[in-house]
């Protein structure tokens, strides 16, 4: 594991680095606009996978990721009105309050008497974001004019330049995020012990409701934060945490450090190609889409043997 790690740590240096010295041209630009950038994109990749990792315990799908659970298309959607009324500056909390009202109806939905059922949780989830999606859509026809602003929130976009005020905003929010995601680690023995079953769990002393609850509650709230800043990623919180479990067993507090690291890892390469590929800068989803994909059939078929 040290071994693993290490090698984790040093691939996330590496990338760094280049990230940081490819197209610099001076330092005056590198410090407002490619390292808010280089935070942005290391911050969502590290809540994509680590709350990927988490949720796939929590709602026991391998296939469940932060998206699923219609956090996402609420966190698009308040971002998408805030750009369609001229609020830019106002994205991130418009998105963020996209976020929570779509965690209050998942939530209210999928809970009876404390209990949060983690079938209706799941299903609540898709409806909400379908729901959503479809609302979206209708934004897209009616304001057509703004189609390319909406795309931008759809395909990921991690180009956001900040002002001051909203410089601070996003330092305060990453630190926040970095407290959550210690949270969802500190949660690991907990949640291996939920892999054995709800009753198995509950013997031993794990309060199945209330972990299940906390832990839906800040993984919703993490994924938003990502979604309000950059828009919808999709795949890293997927193909991530399968690729650390080829690595290592299917220990949690192996898996989720793993799965931060080589998420961030990983978005910063996709980001890296995103906008020097071409001679105009790809939206990063469209990125994530075209490795995620066949390197998530790779690892289905790995899986079969």
Known sequence: MNRRFSLAILLFIVLVVVYSAINYTNSYIYLNVRLPRLLLTILVGMILSGTGSVFQILLNNPLAEPYILGVSSGAALGSIIAGLVGAYIFSPLFGFMGALLSIVIVWALSSRGGYLDKTKLLFSGIIIGMFISAIISFLMYIFQKDVGLILQVLMGNLGHIFNKTEWYIFLFSFAISIFFLVYLYSQSNALNILTTGDDAAQSIGVDVKKLRLKVFIV?????????????????????????????????QKKVFPLSVIYGASFLMLCDLLAFN????????????????CPVFIYLLLIRKK
């Not at 919703?220 to 945490?241: D, Q």
Request: no cysteine.
């Open 277 to 292: 590929l071409t001679v105009i800068e790809l939206p990063v989803g469209i990125i994530t889409s075209f490795i995620g």
């Open 219 to 251: 993984g919703s709230i993490l994924t938003g934060v990502s979604v309000a800043y950059a828009g919808i990623i999709g795949f890293i919180g997927l193909i991530i945490p399968h690729f650390v479990r080829l690595l290592v067993n299917a220990d």
